[in-house]
């Protein structure tokens, strides 16, 4: 199984910028799909952008497409999500994940990160 560490959560003003990584270790991760997903407070988990081992082919959420971007560098085991023009109702804790399938994933199976807080202020 691999295990995985986001960073590059923090706080930023509405129409900011931010870049979260995940680090993987124990087996590579170009062999996985892999996923971003956040949870706010009180709120269930939601999926916000996917891609396939390959980074080849990505999907998105609704709410994200056209401001955040998924991508990944197999050579270096690692993943990101760029985030742009950010919004208050982009606060969460956000998760990356890896696993066989963006199905997978959405079932809360695979390895997940522990998670990076984002923070937009208004």
């Known amino acids: 199984q691999v295990q995985l560490v986001e960073s590059g959560g923090g706080l930023v003003q509405a129409g900011g910028s931010l870049r979260l990584s995940c680090a993987a270790s124990?087996?590579?991760?170009?062999?996985?799909?892999m996923g971003w997903f956040r949870q706010a407070p009180g709120k269930e988990r939601q999926f916000v952008a996917a891609s396939s081992w390959s980074g080849g082919s990505t999907t998105y959420a609704d709410s994200v497409k056209g401001r955040f971007t998924i991508s990944r560098d197999n050579a270096k085991n690692t993943g990101y999500l760029q985030m742009n023009n950010l919004k208050p109702e982009d606060t969460a804790v956000y998760h990356c994940a890896a696993g066989p399938s963006i199905a997978t994933m959405n079932q809360g199976l695979g390895s997940w990160g522990q998670g990076t807080q984002v923070t937009v202020s208004s």
């Open positions: 124990g087996r590579t991760l170009s062999t996985y799909y």
